[in-house]
C-alpha cells in the first residue's frame, strides 16, 4: 500500500498570502495519479487537481498542482476567505487507492 | 455536468447488511472507473473499493474484504455497494467517487444497536 504523508498538519496564514501543501508517497505514483481535494465542515470533498497538475471543471486558476513520482504540490497563489479548509492528496495509481490525513488551512 | 446521487444509507444493527446504489449521470460513466469513498464521523478520508469500467476488475481496502461487494450496472449507469457483517466501524457517510471526477453528496450508514 502506498502511504501518503501530507504536511504540514496545520497551515496558518492570512487571505492574501501564497500557500504550498505537501504531499509525499512512500513508494513512486504511476502515471502521475494524484488528486487534491478541498472539504469544508460539512460539505462534500471537492476535486481541485487530477493528474497532479490539471485543474477541475471550474477550479480558480489561483490553483495549481505539481509534482511527480513521490513529491507533490498543491499551490494557492493567493489566498481568498473561502480556501480556508482542510485539504487531501488521493492517490489513484495502485491499488488500493489512498489518502493522506489532511492538512488543515486556517486563518491567521 | 456530473452528477451522483447516492441512496440505501440508514441505521443497521451490528451484523446486519445494507445495500448502496448510486445513479450517475452527466459523464460517460463506462468510460471511468468508479470508487467508494467512506468518511467517519469527525474522520479523515478512506478508500473503501473500486471497480474497473467493464467491472472485471475490483479492489478492496483490507478491512471491508469478504464482507462488501462492489457491483456497477453500465446499462443502468449504476453503483453498488453490498454491505454485510457491518460493524460499528464502518459507521461514515460513503461517497460514490468516479475516478477524476467529482463526488457525489453521500449516503450516511449508522451500524449500531
Known amino acids: ?33 494524484l488528486a487534491w481535494f478541498q472539504q469544508k465542515p460539512g460539505q462534500t470533498p471537492r476535486l481541485l487537481i487530477y493528474g497532479a497538475s490539471s485543474r477541475a471543471t471550474g477550479i480558480p486558476d489561483r490553483f495549481s498542482g505539481s509534482g511527480s513520482g513521490t513529491d507533490f504540490t498543491l499551490t494557492i ?9 482542510v485539504y487531501y492528496c488521493q492517490q489513484y495509481g ?15 | 455536468e456530473v452528477q451522483l446521487v447516492e441512496s440505501g444509507g440508514g441505521l443497521v444493527q451490528p451484523g446486519g447488511s445494507l445495500r448502496l446504489s448510486c445513479a450517475a449521470s452527466g459523464f460517460t460513466f463506462t468510460s ?15 478508500w473503501v473499493a473500486n471497480i474497473k469500467k467493464d467491472g472485471r476488475e475490483k479492489n478492496y481496502v483490507d478491512s471491508v474484504k469478504g464482507r462488501f461487494t462492489i457491483s456497477r450496472d453500465n446499462a443502468k449507469n449504476s453503483l453498488y455497494l453490498q454491505m454485510d457483517s457491518l460493524r460499528v466501524e464502518d459507521t461514515a457517510v460513503y461517497y460514490c467517487a468516479p475516478e477524476e471526477l467529482s463526488w457525489g453528496q453521500g449516503t450516511l450508514v449508522t451500524v449500531s444497536s
Open chain 2, 32 to 46: 471511468y472507473w468508479m470508487s467508494w469513498v467512506r468518511q467517519a464521523p469527525g474522520k479523515g478520508l478512506e
Open chain 1, 77 to 85: 497563489s493567493r489566498l481568498e476567505p473561502e480556501d480556508f479548509a
Open chain 1, 94 to 108: 495502485r491499488a488500493p487507492d489512498t489518502f493522506g490525513q489532511g492538512t488543515k488551512l486556517e486563518i491567521k
Open chain 1, 1 to 33: 500500500e502506498i502511504v501518503l504523508t501530507q504536511s504540514p498538519g496545520t497551515l496558518s496564514l492570512s487571505p492574501g498570502e501564497r500557500a504550498t501543501l505537501s504531499c509525499r508517497a512512500s513508494q513512486s505514483i504511476s502515471r502521475n495519479s
